[in-house]
């Protein structure tokens, strides 16, 4: 049984460019969170989704932009990079109002 | 708001030995969970042991407790018989009960098992 599928795992960009992360959640859950873990820090929520809708989001610009599909993947995009961007990316998947929460392995994303 | 503050940035204890990570929290809400992680290099948050604010008994999952005081808001994760293997970063998480949508995580704690 996968976990949750982080894709790519590195990636270098360019600060004005922009990113979409990808995620696949475990199977059966249906509900995918988006974190961003600065270098020595802890995660912080970016926001998460459930039914194809944006359910709740952190504290975060509206360079920060997402989707869930059909089958339940998501993307993260980010727009107008700048180098605070880099970080690792972390997805979360969960069966919704369950406790149990999957995280991936992430994406590290360098903005250069 | 929510904070959860991790006092020690790195840890050092000797293999088979038993170490304490602290891990206070703040926050208003009466019903919450409060989680450990495990994040080694490869970056994937491994879930290690989960309590719940209504728990009366703290947590056990092999070699992790957790040593839960509602009062002091206080639950620090206390791992026996520490191995190579536990090398990582560890994270103390809260997620309120009425908000399955997000947690809040302290800095983390490196903790480096020695031989």
Request: with cysteine; hydrophobic share 30%.
């Amino acid at each position: 049984d996968a976990g949750v599928t982080q894709s790519p795992t590195h990636l270098i960009k360019t600060r004005g460019q922009q990113v979409t992360l990808r995620c696949s959640p475990k199977s059966g859950h249906d509900t995918v969170s988006w974190y961003q873990q600065a270098l020595g820090q802890g995660p912080q929520f970016i926001f998460q989704y459930y039914e194809e809708e944006e359910r709740q989001r952190g504290n975060f610009p509206d360079r920060f932009s997402g989707h869930q599909f059909p089958n339940y993947s998501s993307e993260l995009n980010v727009n107008a990079l700048l180098l605070g961007d880099s970080a690792l990316y972390l997805c979360a998947s969960s069966l919704t109002h369950r406790k149990g929460y999957t995280f991936g392995s992430g994406t590290r994303l360098t903005v250069v | 708001a929510q904070k959860i503050t991790q006092t020690q940035p790195g840890m050092f204890v000797q293999e088979k030995e038993a170490v304490t990570l602290d891990c206070t929290y703040d926050t208003s809400d009466q019903s919450y969970g409060l989680f450990w992680y495990k994040q080694p290099s490869s970056g994937e948050m491994i879930f290690l042991i989960y309590q719940g604010s209504y728990d009366e008994q703290n947590a056990t999952e092999g070699r992790y407790s957790l040593n839960f005081q509602k009062a002091r808001k206080s639950a620090n994760l206390v791992i026996s018989a520490s191995q190579l293997g536990d090398s990582a970063m560890y994270f103390c998480a809260m997620r309120p009960l009425y908000n399955f949508n997000k947690f809040y995580f302290g800095s983390g704690t490196k903790l480096n098992v020695k031989p």
